[in-house]
Nanobody, 118 residues
Framework: QVQLVESGGGLVQPGGPLRLSCEVSGIVLSEHISAWYRQAPGNQRELVAAFISYGTKSYADTVKGRFTISKPLAENTVYLEMNDLKPEDTAVYYC????????????WGRGTQVTVSS
């Protein structure tokens, strides 16, 4: 059974940091591209960051320079380090993994709420 469990969300003041974690089980994570998406109320779900390989990561323009996606070799966990958070970063953040070759196969976590407010 494939499981993606996000944690680390919460309330943070503007300018503050937060680190999200996504624990993945039931699949070989290296066979998948890992990513973080977010969805704010009234908006479509958008891609925030993708871990394609240890040398290749991609980010939405709105988070470049502030967010970092990582996946330690020894762990089945994907992290999203978020710095200099802004109110517009407020959203539910979702972890996603997609098979590298069989791209129709993908899994989602249930999401974790991030609220940036003073």
């Amino acid at each position: 059974q494939v499981q993606l469990v996000e944690s680390g969300g919460g309330l943070v003041q503007p300018g503050g940091p937060l680190r999200l974690s996504c624990e993945v089980s039931g699949i070989v994570l290296s066979e998948h591209i890992s990513a973080w998406y977010r969805q704010a109320p009234g908006n479509q779900r958008e891609l925030v960051a993708a871990f394609i390989s240890y040398g290749t990561k991609s980010y939405a323009d709105t988070v470049k320079g502030r967010f970092t996606i990582s996946k330690p070799l020894a762990e089945n966990t994907v992290y999203l380090e978020m710095n200099d958070l802004k109110p517009e970063d407020t959203a539910v953040y979702y972890c996603n993994v997609k098979h590298r070759e069989l791209t129709a196969i993908q899994y989602w976590g249930r999401g974790t709420q991030v609220t940036v407010s003073s």
